[in-house]
């Protein structure tokens, strides 16, 4: 399964919808406490975050990299905002988003990376 945040519902819809078409199971968080409650329930293997609510998405990411609290193993984290905003796609990677893309780049390939992601062999605790 793949968790995603998104800022707006152009892009939820855009991401279920692909999803969708994809045969992949994805499903929302809009709150830190969603996501928590996504982690006890499912068992995702990577979480999308949208960068244009910047708040929202880099407390999610601190969440899923914070070593004092690890999730059963590494979940792949994908990291998305406008190009301008230069700073804050390099704060993503800094929190260690696995990937960070570009607003565009992520639109234009998203049919290609959901399935890459969902397919992801996910990585074990004490594994690189």
Do not use: C
């Not at 800022?7 to 968080?29: E, H, Q, Y």
């Amino acid at each position: 399964m793949i968790l995603y945040f998104a800022a707006d519902l152009v892009w939820a819809s855009k991401i279920k919808a692909t999803a969708n078409a994809l045969g992949l199971a994805a499903r929302p968080v809009r709150t830190l406490e969603m996501l928590e409650a996504r982690l006890a329930d499912a068992d995702p293997v990577a979480v999308l975050l949208d960068l244009d609510s910047p708040d929202i998405a880099l407390a999610m990411l601190a969440r899923l990299r914070d070593p004092s609290r690890p999730t059963q193993r590494r979940i792949k984290v994908l990291a998305w905002g406008p190009h301008i905003a230069r700073d804050l796609l390099q704060k993503a990677r800094d929190l260690g988003a696995d990937d960070v893309l570009t607003r565009g780049a992520f639109d234009h390939a998203m049919e290609d990376i959901l399935p890459r992601l969902a397919s992801a062999a996910p990585d074990r605790p004490g594994h690189a």
